[in-house]
């Protein structure tokens, strides 16, 4: 199948061209960081996990919404997700790829990488998490690719691969609820420091996740001879408005917790984030931007008729995209780590090229997606037409 990722007319390899001078730009600049350290970075003593662990965790999420297509079609033969099932596989290989970037660039050296399996620690979450996320790609990739090979032969996958099948289905959930414990688990960090963080991440998951989906299925829509299908993409909103609502609850119910309760360790990173705390407030806009588009996100696919509207729905799935990145990116990581445990505020913001190479890493997956999604569309022209 490899051969229909090298047709495409001069806009598919414009964008192409487009993505390798980005990932050369960021890989420059990830050179230097390299050569220099992660002293080119935000990051401190204080906030120790930036805007790399940010868009990983973000990632994680998405990767692990794309079961909200696979358990409906394999588990409960839902076939009208059939069409749609391999690009939420694929959707997840991109981003895990970019959920595994992201860890190495933040290790500043990528050679401890390697430490995991030269020093396995059973009694540590990132032992379990780095298994858990590569584990997950080998699943999506291994599925993905035989199931597509199959549909263009016109025959049923291979019996072998429906155990693999059913065991991606939890092991989607796990790949958020290990990352979750990464966070969880440490108790010095009152604001993680809940067993509803789990469950917050994954509502966020199948939000944001579905969201991203249904995006992707218009542009494939528009722009090429296969339709994703009207009922699939509806169904689709109706599990983001559903995730996106549980979601927003459950973040209110850790406000009431903390308010409830008046323990200062939770209260005060909510007022940080908020209101502000000893005068520093970098992150109020966004955390109130945030807030405001879940709600939009909330009313636009909530709201049978602008729902039913693609236009509106497409506005939907954007602020929703957008409200949970800042929610849980920007909003989760920085939230943790400030103020510190001694209740001391030293913010933390991005630098230049810290965003450079985050820049590069997001140009990886979307070439890593792109050239997947060419291979799946091209199949399903050549099945459907």
Request: glycine share 10%; charged share 10%.
């Amino acid at each position: 199948m490899l051969e229909l990722a090298v047709k495409g007319n001069k806009w598919y390899w414009g964008w192409l061209v487009v993505l390798l001078g980005v990932i050369g730009a960021g890989f420059g600049l990830y050179l230097m960081q390299l050569k220099f350290g992660l002293g080119i970075t935000g990051m401190s003593r204080d906030v120790s996990w930036g805007f790399y662990i940010a868009n990983f965790t973000y990632l994680v999420g998405v990767a692990a919404g794309g079961v909200m297509v696979v358990l409906p079609y394999y588990l409960h033969d839902y076939k009208a997700y059939g069409k749609i099932t391999i690009l939420g596989e694929f959707l997840a290989i991109a981003s895990i790829v970019m959920c595994l970037l992201f860890i190495l660039v933040d290790l500043g050296q990528p050679m401890r990488a390697l430490n995991v399996l030269i020093y396995p620690t059973p009694n540590s979450v990132l032992f379990y998490d780095a298994i858990v996320l590569n584990g997950y790609l080998f699943l999506n990739v291994v599925i993905g690719w035989n199931v597509l090979e199959a549909e263009r032969n016109g025959v049923h996958y291979q019996n072998w691969v429906k155990p693999l099948i059913y065991i991606s289905i939890p092991w989607a959930v796990s790949i958020h609820t290990v990352t979750a414990y990464l966070y969880c688990g440490l108790p010095g960090r009152h604001f993680w420091l809940t067993a509803v963080l789990a469950p917050r991440f994954l509502a966020s998951a199948f939000a944001a996740g579905p969201a991203l989906l249904i995006l992707l299925c218009l542009f494939i829509r528009r722009f090429t001879n296969f339709d994703p299908g009207k009922e699939q993409i509806q169904a689709l909103a109706k599990t983001v408005a559903y995730a996106i609502c549980i979601n927003v609850f459950f973040f209110l119910c850790e406000v009431f917790v903390a308010f409830y309760s008046n323990i200062p360790g939770h209260t005060t990173h909510l007022k940080y984030l908020f209101v502000g705390l000893h005068g520093h407030g970098a992150l109020v806009p966004f955390m109130w931007a945030s807030m405001i588009l879940m709600t939009i996100g909330i009313v636009l696919t909530v709201t049978p008729a602008t729902r039913k509207n693609e236009t509106s729905l497409m506005v939907a799935c954007f602020v929703i995209i957008m409200g949970t990145w800042i929610d849980k990116g920007l909003g989760m990581i920085s939230g943790g780590f400030v103020p510190n445990p001694m209740h001391e505020v030293n913010e933390y913001a991005p630098t230049m090229p810290e965003l450079g190479i985050t820049l590069g890493v997001y140009a990886i997956g979307a070439l890593v997606l792109t050239v997947l999604y060419k291979m799946a569309v091209g199949v399903k022209e050549e099945v459907h037409s």
